[in-house]
């Protein structure tokens, strides 16, 4: 997929329970924001979206169905985007980069794109999701399925291995204190 054709989404919000009810975007990196870092990652693309509670840079999206998680978050991008598709990241995982939004979107294609990190787990978030998504995660939604990952047995999905290539640490997300003490950890190395 051409890269003009694909915008960013970043998913914010959650009621982030094992962190206490802390906005985990807020959280700090090297001084900046988990927020900013993937706000940076993705700031090249045509099109910026956020979608959830908190304050970004990016163009704020209304939710049709919220409080149904990233599928909502993800449903609601889809739904106003002038691009063919979107990169959908959550604010959580600030070791993304503008270097691996660029290389899921190369290989992207129709449906969804997904990368699988080197211990064989799928990321539906780091992903690259199209268009041709939207009516199917709106029937899920109507229906009542909010999991992710239902959906990849409901529309064509491309996985991309992240092994080997330089990749492997970029879906590390922070869901509780001592994620966070680890994430800092793997940084100073």
């Not at 090297?30 to 959830?52: C, I, N, R, T």
């Not at 908190?54 to 993800?74: H, M, N, Q, T």
């Not at 503008?98 to 992207?108: K, L």
Request: glycine letters at 14%.
């Amino acid at each position: 997929m051409r890269i003009e054709d694909c915008g960013g989404l970043i998913l914010g919000g959650g009621k982030s329970r094992r962190m206490g009810g802390i906005d985990k975007g807020c959280l700090l990196l090297d001084g900046k924001s988990f927020l900013q870092w993937v706000e940076e990652a993705m700031d090249f693309l045509p099109e910026k979206l956020y979608a959830g509670t908190g304050k970004s840079s990016f163009r704020s999206v209304y939710e049709e169905f919220a409080g149904c998680g990233p599928l909502g978050g993800i449903y609601a991008g889809l739904s106003v985007t002038g691009c063919d598709a979107l990169f959908a990241a959550a604010c959580d995982t600030p070791l993304i980069t503008e270097a691996f939004v660029r290389f899921m979107m190369e290989r992207a294609g129709e449906g969804l794109t997904i990368s699988q990190t080197p211990d064989g787990r799928l990321q539906p978030l780091g992903a690259v999701y199209h268009r041709d998504c939207l009516p199917v995660i709106r029937q899920m939604l109507q229906n009542g399925e909010r999991r992710l990952m239902g959906l990849l047995e409901r529309v064509p999905v491309r996985v991309i291995p992240l092994a080997g290539t330089g990749f492997e640490t970029v879906h590390f997300n922070v869901n509780a204190p001592e994620d966070l003490v680890l994430l800092q950890k793997m940084v100073q190395v």
